[in-house]
């Protein structure tokens, strides 16, 4: 390996003196593959710039390298000094990541205790120019595993938080409390015996003043850090009650706008999240509709929806967990049923808390069928004699409009809302399509209404359905993945925005049952279609709910069903390729060929029916009403051919003239044959032409014109079967890949449902060292 440095001679002689003084020539040759080589300079001598070039054994430690070169350069209490990578992050080398020496230039620095020891020499001082020196150099250092849990270990981590307890802001100039939050964010994210529990509620107080303080006043890079501390501090500690009581959202939401810094408004957004996570039923619910609110939402789309390009993935991230976090407020509902008593044994009755169920209900009956005058009649919708829909009066039948209204229960359709999920959400979301978009809710019923018995598209049980696909979907009272997660842009444009995606899809729910002329029996069907053009639309992540709407209008049943067909051909033509699937084609292969032999000869046998053709000059002409029939006897040994009337089918020994099979020298086909060759006739004749050679001397043959190409390719095949020929024509080719197509996809089945086969057959297991089976002890085993 080679320094980035030459080494100099005089370095050179250094290392051969060294080998010497050590007395170990093994130390310094690699005779191990596992020995490694690598480069040290040194940062603390002029003369020590071109570095040295060490050979470590693969049984010695690092610091026996340490050492060595200690010894070379003259350097008393090699325990002081330690090894460090010199390309970043410049990390001390432990023996954990000895692999990653080799070849790499490393640099002798300080040990990391004589490092922590002098950075708490200046933490303790009373000058605060050397207490901030100290924070930067913490600061710079404590992203080292190492260094962080030395530091610790030391008692450094309470010393850090005193100081910081006590520090005032005009003796630090907000600087130095910046690097201390940093290394205290780094020591407590790498140090095995630091947790958030031992932070005090002075130190979570000064952070917070920070935070609290006008934007302009403290820089970035404190507030990022605070925002970060603060975060940890809730998600890992028991910091919350303070926390929330001492920063508030609206100081949340001033960061966001007023921050140039993205780093800044993506730790606000973290803190948020962690302030909604950790709290209470009661305050979260609080904190949920504080951010719902339009002008919450409106900083959102301001300062990360107007331009997504510059949204890093870490906010995109923090943003799919606030969504998440507010989706999840939803969940309770859905996993809460509508209390229903039974007082008779047909009769029910609503719990008193559930008396807004009810009156929910009411209004879905009463803004579907309009209201009722002051006679008790309403104006409603019925058949009328022609078999259409119109409007009259009629007295109400509360059994028959809930059973219109698509109610499983039409004698008491609460009872649709006791089954968990989907709980009293989906009435909530029926409500709200009904009162905030009535038209669209009306179309919705109308269409329903105006389908024949059977075909109708029932509103209650689609809604339930769709309620529960929706959150599945969007994974409703799941926690927020830590890594993965997609974040809906649209979901900040609306104060409920399930319930608007939810009434965007009843709308799509009543298109798909229509376009597919679904009935009753078929409402897995569609809402499979359903599910799958909902996830194709969200899988697009739309900005906004107008693009939800257009992105589903232009996914129609025809438009899933042609990409359905276009992935299961990219997979099975994927599949097709795939080293198992090729052997297994060439290990059939031969059994298909033999199939589609038999399957000519069997068409020869049958016999066919060819026109009648003379020569006049150089023309070939057709006899009109003149046919002539040939077919191959069952034995497969001789042709038998002659002349027939129209739409006959003469049996071999009607037919006069005859030709044995052995007797067939060579088969000629188009312009080769002799009836073909001085031919000016049709073209397309001369292509579909085929003859029989008999003698080659004397060139006897019996010459053919086929009607078609299809007939031309199954006896020319069939012949070349007879002959021991390869059967090359298209109708074989076709015939060939059908076939393994099929039998492939007959030997796939059992397999159905992986999620992709093995490109490679996987290893045969290595023979037992002995067969003798029966001297197996079984017991229990």
């Known amino acids: 390996m080679i320094l980035q440095n030459k080494m100099s ?9 060294m080998i010497h003084k050590t ?51 003259c350097y008393s209490n090699p325990s002081d000094y330690a090894l460090k990578f010199s390309e970043p992050p410049s990390h001390y080398v432990t023996e954990e990541r000895r692999k990653e020496l080799s070849g790499k230039l490393v640099s002798m620095q300080f040990s990391p205790i004589k490092l922590c020891e002098e950075i708490m020499s200046k933490m303790k001082s009373n000058n605060d120019k050397e207490i901030v020196d100290g924070m930067a150099k913490l600061s710079r250092n404590a992203s080292d595993p190492t260094v962080a849990d030395v530091f610790v270990g030391i008692g450094g981590l309470p010393t850090l938080l005193d100081l910081m307890e006590k520090e005032k802001p005009i003796d630090w100039q907000k600087e130095g409390f910046a690097f201390a939050l940093q290394a205290l964010l780094d020591i407590m994210m790498l140090s095995n015996d630091a947790t958030w529990d031992k932070v005090q509620s002075g130190v979570i107080s000064r952070v917070a003043f920070y935070v609290n303080r006008p934007s302009s006043s403290p820089p970035p890079k404190l507030i990022g850090p605070a925002l970060q501390v603060l975060e940890n501090a809730i998600a890992s500690g028991n910091a919350y009650a303070q926390i929330e009581k001492e920063v508030s959202l609206t100081t949340m939401k001033m960061h966001i706008q007023t921050s140039a810094d993205s780093r800044v408004k993506q730790n606000a957004l973290a803190l948020i999240n962690a302030l909604l996570s950790k709290a209470d039923l009661s305050k979260r619910k609080s904190l949920a509709t504080t951010l719902g609110s339009p002008k919450f939402r409106d900083t959102i789309i301001e300062q990360f929806l107007k ?14 967990v606030m969504q998440t976090l507010l989706l999840n407020m939803l969940d309770e509902k859905r996993q809460t049923p509508v209390n229903v008593q039974q007082v008779h044994p047909y009769t029910f009755v609503s719990d008193d808390q559930d008396q807004g169920a009810l009156f929910k209900i009411k209004e879905l009956f009463r803004i579907a069928f309009e209201s009722a005058d002051s006679s008790g009649n309403y104006t409603a919708i019925s058949f009328d004699t022609a078999n259409t829909y119109a409007a009259k009066r009629e007295k109400p039948n509360a059994k028959r409009d809930y059973q219109r209204l698509g109610f499983t ?16 959400l989906a009435l909530d979301c029926m409500y709200h399509l009904a009162t905030v978009h009535t038209e669209n809710y009306n179309k919705i019923v109308l269409d329903g209404i105006c389908r024949a018995s059977g075909a109708e598209c029932p509103f209650a049980r689609s809604s339930i359905s769709l309620v529960n696909v929706l959150s599945e979907l969007l994974k409703m009272g799941e926690q927020p993945d830590e890594q993965n997660g997609t974040f809906y842009p649209f979901f900040f444009r609306h104060d409920k925005p399930f319930e608007e995606l939810f009434c ?18 078929d409402f897995d069907k569609v809402f499979d279609v359903v599910r799958e053009q909902i996830v194709r639309t969200l899988r697009k992540t739309p900005e906004t709910f107008e693009v939800v709407r257009s992105l589903l209008n232009g996914m129609s049943y025809a438009e899933i069903m042609k990409i359905r067909q276009q992935e299961r051909s990219s997979r099975e033509e994927w599949e097709l390729q795939a080293q198992p699937i090729q052997e297994l084609r060439k290990k059939l292969e031969p059994e298909m060929i033999d199939l589609i032999k038999q399957n000519r000869i069997n068409y020869l046998v049958t016999g066919t029916r060819f026109n009648k053709f003379t020569s006049r000059g150089l023309t070939l002409i057709r006899v009109r009403e003149k046919f002539w029939f040939c077919r191959l006897s069952p034995n497969g040994k001789v042709f038998h051919y002659g002349e027939c009337e129209e739409k006959a089918t003469p049996l071999p020994e009607e037919l006069p003239s005859k030709i044995n099979v052995v007797d067939i020298k060579d088969l000629l086909t188009g312009k080769d044959c002799p009836h073909m060759k001085e031919s000016k006739g049709k073209k397309s004749s ?66 159905e449902g992986l999620p992709e086969l093995p490109q490679v057959a996987p290893p045969i297991p290595e023979l037992p060292l002995s067969f003798d089976f029966s001297a197996l002890q079984v017991n229990g085993k």
């Open 9 to 17: 001679k005089q370095a050179e002689k250094i290392n051969s003196s």
């Open 23 to 73: 007395g170990d020539t093994t130390a310094m040759t690699l005779s191990n593959p596992n020995d490694i080589k690598f480069g040290i300079t040194t940062p603390f001598r002029e003369s020590d710039k071109g570095g040295e070039l060490v050979h470590l054994p693969h049984d010695k430690p690092i610091a026996f390298a340490v050492e060595t070169v200690c010894k070379v350069w």
């Open 307 to 320: 331009s997504p390009g510059d949204r890093s993935s870490e906010t995109t991230h923090e943003l799919y």
């Open 409 to 424: 229960n039409d004698s008491n359709p609460e009872m649709d809302f006791t089954v968990v999920p989907p709980g009293t």
């Open 504 to 521: 965007i899809c009843s709308q799509l729910v009543t298109k798909t049952w229509k376009e597919m002329r679904a009935t009753a029996e």
């Open 686 to 751: 001369g292509s579909l032409a085929f003859s029989l050679v008999t003698e080659k001397e004397s060139f006897q043959t019996v010459d053919f014109v086929a009607p078609d190409k299809r007939t031309f390719d199954v006896w020319t095949d069939g012949i070349n079967a007879l002959l021991g020929k390869p059967m090359n024509s298209d109708a074989a080719k076709e015939d060939l890949e059908t076939l393994l197509h099929m039998e492939i996809k007959l030997r796939l089945l059992e397999i």
